[in-house]
């Protein structure tokens, strides 16, 4: 399905009757040269970036589910690159800039909105730590400004800066940063990958790895066995179950994150705005509902859903933020698995296993650099090197002791 002006225009001419699916629903075939692993963001745009930019198109993705059922179409959507650490800060702004053009790209709307994210500060300590950030964003190329306490209540006038149990003291601000709609970034790559020949295979669960000595040969499947040339893994919050299956175990935890949604309101807030003591952080949809959400759980699980307590702490963080929460009603939430790794960032990497590669260790951090990601993994899998702005995410870095720990938090995930 190609879309133009004048197709939406036939279209809606005569009824929306010429619509066709988005992508095809192919059995899979006996092998491929590239077999992906999750229909998730990460997986499809491997696969879109592999057949558009590196010239593979004998590629498939196998999902145990739907395409777009997991995180893609769970998050929050903020998109930024306001990371401090070398090993982190040059792959999110690659992937910023790769967000710009996307939706000319893969031409598809993804509501792509740079709408500002305003990261708050409560303390002097905080001005200085936002203030080195803010430098290093700034020698990535990103853009960054510190704001004073009067440049924040100018912009957010309704944040609790009176009385407050953590006053304001102003904010570190990236303009270029924003929301994009996830389910449409899914589609728009899922779209794209298949109008290249790549088979999107739903349905297909991937239930071993069949390794002949020390090299993937194929996958197997709940729909037979699919043999590959290369297999990449990108399962998001499933991936030490999946990796378990190659005999590999993975310094990744998996935990439950939660996101709420309130009824619709008159736009009020019209960037992402994070709460600097404690973790809440909230921004407005086109249809008008409050987006927010904060902590993830604090045990581990491989359940799409939360517990009470950090809903208690959410609301918390948002009324201490902005009182004026208080008055929304919620009107759902929902929750993810998020794949924890012990430094907070994540793994783009080979494996011990010739020819089995792995994308994974997201922490709750991973749709905004879901373009990057499918980039250099795609990079990694066509040209067996890593991309420059990946070079640190490798898997043996937490042998080595070359961590990428943005919070300096240690090996406890539910910190970073
Ligand atoms: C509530 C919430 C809020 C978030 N907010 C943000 C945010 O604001 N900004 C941000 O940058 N990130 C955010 N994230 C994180 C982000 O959504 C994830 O890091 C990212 O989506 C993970 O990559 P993915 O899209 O490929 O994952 P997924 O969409 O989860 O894809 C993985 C896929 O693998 C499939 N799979 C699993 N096992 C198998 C198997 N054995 N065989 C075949 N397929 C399998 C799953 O079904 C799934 O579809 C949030 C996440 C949640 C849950």
Request: proline share 5%; with cysteine.
């Amino acid at each position: 399905m190609r879309f133009s002006g004048f197709r939406v225009v036939k279209e809606a001419l005569t009824g929306h009757k010429g619509w066709k699916p988005l992508w095809r629903d192919p059995d899979p075939q006996p092998a491929y040269d590239i077999v992906i692993v999750g229909g998730g963001g990460h997986g499809l745009a491997t696969a879109y970036y592999l057949a558009n930019t590196f010239d593979k198109p004998r590629v498939a993705v196998l999902e145990k589910g739907w395409l777009g059922g997991g995180n893609i179409g769970r998050n929050t959507t903020i998109v930024r690159s306001n990371y401090l650490l070398p090993g982190n800060q040059p792959f999110y702004e690659f992937s910023l800039k790769l967000w710009e053009g996307l939706e000319q790209e893969f031409n598809f709307n993804a509501m792509m909105s740079q709408r500002g994210i305003l990261n708050l500060i409560h303390s002097d300590a905080q001005r200085d730590a936002y203030r080195r950030r803010g430098n290093a964003m700034l020698l990535s190329g990103a853009d960054a400004e510190l704001l004073d306490l009067a440049a924040v209540r100018d912009m957010y006038p309704f944040l609790n800066f009176d009385n407050a149990r953590f006053p304001i003291r102003g904010g570190l601000l990236q303009r270029r940063a924003g929301t994009a709609r996830h389910d449409a970034v899914a589609w728009g790559f899922a779209r794209g990958a298949d109008l290249a020949g790549v088979d999107l295979i739903q349905n297909c669960e991937v239930t071993g790895f069949r390794i002949e000595n020390g090299t993937v040969k194929g996958v197997e499947t709940t729909r037979g066995y699919v043999g590959a040339g290369k297999v990449g893994v990108a399962v998001a919050g499933s991936t030490t179950r999946v990796m378990e299956k190659a005999g590999l175990r993975l310094p990744i935890e998996s935990q439950g994150l939660q996101a709420f949604v309130s009824e619709g309101l008159k736009p009020a807030i019209d960037g992402v705005i994070t709460f600097g003591a404690g973790h809440f952080y909230i921004s407005q949809s086109d249809k008008g509902g409050l987006v927010f959400g904060g902590d993830i759980e604090s045990y581990n699980s491989y359940a799409q859903r939360g517990n009470l307590p950090v809903v208690e702490d959410v609301m918390e963080c948002g009324m201490a933020m902005l009182p004026g929460i208080g008055r929304a009603r919620v009107l759902r939430s929902w929750g993810g698995i998020m794949d924890m790794t012990m430094d907070g960032s994540p793994i783009i990497d080979r494996t011990p296993v010739q020819g089995l590669y792995l994308n994974g260790g997201w922490c709750y951090g991973g749709f905004k650099a879901t373009p990057a990601s499918g980039y250099t993994f795609a990079h990694l899998l066509a040209t067996d090197t890593p991309h420059p702005v990946t070079t640190a995410m490798r898997l043996d870095r937490f042998e080595r002791g070359h961590l990428i720990d943005e919070k300096g938090a240690g090996a406890q995930p539910n910190l970073h």
